[in-house]
């Protein structure tokens, strides 16, 4: 991952994810990155773009797998989760 910091935004490239049949490249960006830091990080937005040339959604079903009520959903993969069912 680089991460290049300007006067005003947070730029993110080179970010590659693989399993063993996808890889998704992801880059973004994130304006007025330091005001927000300094002042209202939970107002921060990450802007972002992926691409893949071959994808098997396959290795991202666990994403969407639906925990067990009694047990506590694990948070760590809650925003994708999110993300993909709101599609």
Same mark, same amino acid.
Request: proline share 3%.
């Given at each position: @991952?680089?991460?290049?910091?300007?006067?005003?935004?947070?730029?993110?490239?080179?970010?590659?994810?693989?399993?063993?049949?996808?890889?998704?490249?992801?880059?973004?960006?994130?304006?007025?990155? @330091?005001?927000?830091?300094? %002042?209202?990080?939970?107002?921060?937005?990450?802007?972002?773009?992926?691409?893949?040339?071959?994808?098997?959604?396959?290795?991202?079903?666990?994403?969407?797998?639906?925990?067990?009520?009694?047990?506590?959903?694990?948070?760590? %993969?809650?925003?994708?989760? %999110?993300?993909? %069912?709101?599609?």
């Amino acid at each position: @991952m680089n991460l290049e910091f300007t006067s005003d935004k947070l730029i993110v490239n080179n970010i590659t994810l693989g399993t063993t049949q996808s890889v998704i490249e992801i880059k973004g960006f994130s304006d007025d990155f @330091m005001e927000f830091y300094y %002042n209202h990080p939970e107002k921060i937005v990450l802007n972002c773009e992926a691409y893949s040339k071959n994808i098997n959604l396959q290795d991202f079903l666990f994403l969407l797998e639906r925990s067990n009520p009694n047990e506590p959903e694990k948070k760590d %993969n809650s925003f994708f989760k %999110n993300a993909l %069912n709101a599609r």
